[in-house]
């Protein structure tokens, strides 16, 4: 397992589109690594990423099983790209370790509709939410020590089939692992569902 991190260049024409345009992010990430944009192959290879606005910059997070081939990605500063081997961290997860973490993520059920597929649907109270990542514990190996959200916000994209919203929260607080063979798992795959739109990422802090 891989993390890339650099700073997008925000006056570059593909980071603005990117940046208002989550399926063209996702386009853009997928060329990284040579493979299309189909949800099969982003998960065979694990790719997460992240946009996180810093100060007086956004920086672009990656998680994958390969390295992505950052010489494609016209759209950041190529000066501030950094790569890293996470893989020692995973094999060092251990029940009972602690980990502060920040989660962008997409907390939601399935509703289903007459004659129609079933649609995901953003949780409306706290609570709620609160009680879905408590659950993602439990599958993922971790118990939920702390917690805090922000503000809900809208993440938009254009597919061909029309436009897209969808609504995500970020989650800060402290996780403890329960299971370190299911939260490996869960660390690499992703928390939630829209990873293909920037969400799922846990990083993990001291």
Known sequence: MYMTCAAIDRHHPSARQALVDCC????????????????????????????????NEVLLYLTSNRLPDMQQASWVKPHTVRQCDLQPL????????SFSFDLLTHPSKKMRRTGANSRRVFLK??????????????????????????????????????NICLRAVRMTGRIEITDAARFAEAYQSGIGPEKA????????GG
Request: aromatic fraction near 8%.
């Open 90 to 97: 995973v094999n060092r997860f251990a029940s009972g370790q």
């Open 24 to 55: 063209d992010m996702h386009k853009n990430i997928m060329r990284l690594y040579s493979i299309s944009g189909h949800n099969m192959a982003r998960c065979v290879e694990k790719i997460l990423y992240r946009i996180v606005e810093q100060q």
């Open 125 to 162: 109270t706290a609570q709620e939410r609160v009680d879905w990542l408590k659950h993602q514990g439990e599958k993922g190996g971790f118990r939920v020590l702390g917690l805090q959200e922000d503000t809900p916000f809208d993440v938009h994209g254009k597919r061909p089939t029309g």
């Open 197 to 204: 739109y920037g969400m799922g990422m846990l990083l993990l």
